[in-house]
């Protein structure tokens, strides 16, 4: 079982970064020829001014990537009369795509129809409500996961009966917002995410978790290839639409270990980075003061002087120690 895990793993990091590559190369041009750039906040670092215009929406790249990886995996598991098995990958696969597809419809009106704010916040909250909402009822429903919440580090588990589902939309919502809000700066969500999927990656195997096998092998392949662009100094960025995409990934993860605590820990730099934004919007609406000089709080290193590589390195860093303290928790 875990030689042919292992093989399977190995393919689908393989074909999910190929494919980003080449993706990527036919993609980045049609952005840029459509002048599909990254707008800069006028508040932001002036640094940040020269990324204006650098294509965006690049997610779609590694998206369409993972997707056609784990499509060839789930031929190979229908050939064999194992296409049950990965019923929970497909729902959380779909959990990903469909908050990648409100993230490409706020891209979308942003960049190609010129509408400044995009989809209005009540209505990005709404559809992704909706969305956990049902990815949730349907893992339940199909007995995946059931309404008890375990507690990392301890053996307790709390029946939760329907506040289950109330814990768990907010959950999956919140960390989905809080990868958007990771990605400000190049390679930042990338390479954070790149460590979450590795971490998940391990506890699949520890598990023998088909489905998180796959999902955080595809994830990986997409990652590294996507990282080759998205590095500084980036020529693509992934947009809302990558972020989004990525947020109800890692978080589906956890669910498919029905331990979905254990992303609030390995993704505690997410978690920090949420955090920091409303801390700054709550003490300026107040205090009318600020309490980092820029947030999310990787803006507030840059406003200390840090150069974007040495925040991404420290970011991933912390992440992976969290990720090594998630484990124990497990």
């Known amino acids: 079982m875990f030689k042919e895990l292992f093989v399977n793993f190995l393919t689908v990091v393989f074909i999910s970064f190929l494919l980003t590559v080449i993706i990527s190369k036919i993609v980045i041009p049609i952005l840029r020829g459509h002048k599909i750039g990254q707008e800069i906040r006028p508040e932001?670092?002036?640094?940040?001014?020269?990324?204006?215009?650098?294509?965006?929406?690049g997610g779609i790249c590694f998206i369409?990537?993972?997707?056609?990886?784990?499509?060839?995996?789930?031929?190979?598991?229908?050939?064999?009369?194992e296409q049950n098995e990965l019923i929970p990958l497909a729902l959380t696969l779909g959990l990903a795509v469909a908050n990648g597809l409100v993230g490409f419809v706020d891209d979308y009106c942003k960049l190609i129809k010129k509408q400044n704010e995009g989809l209005k916040a009540y209505q990005k909250f709404l559809l992704q409500i909706l969305v956990a909402g049902i990815y949730v009822f349907a893992l339940t429903a199909l007995g995946h996961i059931d309404t008890s919440l375990s507690i990392p580090f301890t053996d307790i588990s709390l029946e939760l009966g329907w506040v289950y589902y109330v814990f768990a939309i907010i959950l999956i919502?919140?960390?989905?917002?809080?990868?958007?809000?990771?990605?400000?700066?190049?390679?930042?969500?990338?390479?954070v995410t790149l460590v979450v999927a590795g971490f998940f990656a391990v506890v699949a195997f520890n598990m023998l978790n088909?489905?998180?096998?796959?999902?955080?092998?595809?994830?990986?392949?997409?990652?590294?290839?996507?990282?080759?662009?998205?590095?500084?100094?980036?020529?693509?960025?992934?947009?809302?639409?990558?972020?989004?995409?990525?947020?109800?990934?890692?978080?589906?993860?956890?669910?498919?270990?029905?331990?979905?605590?254990?992303?609030?820990?390995?993704?505690?730099?997410?978690?920090?980075e949420a955090l920091s934004d409303i801390i700054q919007?709550?003490?300026?609406?107040?205090?009318?003061?600020?309490?980092?000089?820029?947030?999310?709080?990787?803006?507030?290193?840059?406003?200390?002087?840090?150069?974007?590589g040495k925040i991404v390195a420290v970011f991933s860093t912390v992440t992976l120690f969290l990720c090594v303290i998630a484990w124990f928790g497990l």
């Open 173 to 191: 919502v919140g960390i989905v917002n809080s990868v958007n809000l990771t990605d400000g700066i190049d390679g930042l969500a990338s390479s």
């Open 281 to 308: 919007v709550a003490s300026f609406k107040i205090r009318n003061k600020r309490v980092f000089k820029m947030a999310p709080i990787h803006h507030h290193f840059e406003k200390c002087g840090w150069k974007e």
């Open 44 to 57: 932001g670092p002036a640094w940040h001014r020269t990324k204006a215009g650098t294509p965006t929406m």
């Open 64 to 81: 369409m990537a993972i997707l056609a990886s784990l499509a060839v995996m789930t031929v190979i598991y229908a050939v064999r009369g």
């Open 210 to 272: 088909v489905p998180l096998t796959l999902m955080s092998a595809a994830l990986i392949g997409g990652l590294l290839g996507f990282l080759i662009f998205n590095a500084h100094p980036a020529k693509v960025f992934m947009g809302d639409t990558g972020s989004l995409f990525l947020g109800g990934a890692v978080t589906g993860a956890a669910f498919l270990i029905n331990e979905p605590l254990i992303i609030v820990i390995a993704g505690g730099v997410y978690v920090a």
